[in-house]
């Protein structure tokens, strides 16, 4: 389900910048801002740097890009 949402235009501008770069739609450069935000500020000791694996992380096991771990 999708809702309309009021963001600033500031925002909306800054998110047409960084959405060119990070190949997202608008749309999807908000998204993915709030779900960062919402990690961090779920867990305010966790570094962006380790959000962001974490998210890669499960983007790619979610396209199959995972192999199992064999321990030696």
């Given at each position: 389900?999708?809702?309309?949402?009021?963001?600033?235009?500031s925002l909306v501008k800054y998110a047409k910048?960084?959405?060119?770069?990070?190949?997202?739609?608008?749309?999807?450069?908000?998204?993915?801002?709030?779900?960062?935000?919402?990690?961090?500020?779920?867990?305010?000791?966790?570094?962006?740097?380790?959000?962001?694996?974490?998210?890669?992380?499960?983007?790619?096991?979610?396209?199959?890009?995972?192999?199992?771990?064999?321990?030696?």
């Open positions: 389900m999708s809702s309309a949402v009021r963001v600033s235009d910048t960084v959405s060119k770069v990070e190949n997202r739609s608008v749309a999807g450069q908000i998204e993915y801002w709030a779900q960062i935000g919402k990690i961090a500020e779920e867990n305010p000791d966790m570094p962006f740097s380790l959000i962001k694996d974490i998210l890669k992380g499960l983007a790619e096991a979610d396209s199959g890009m995972v192999t199992e771990y064999e321990f030696d």
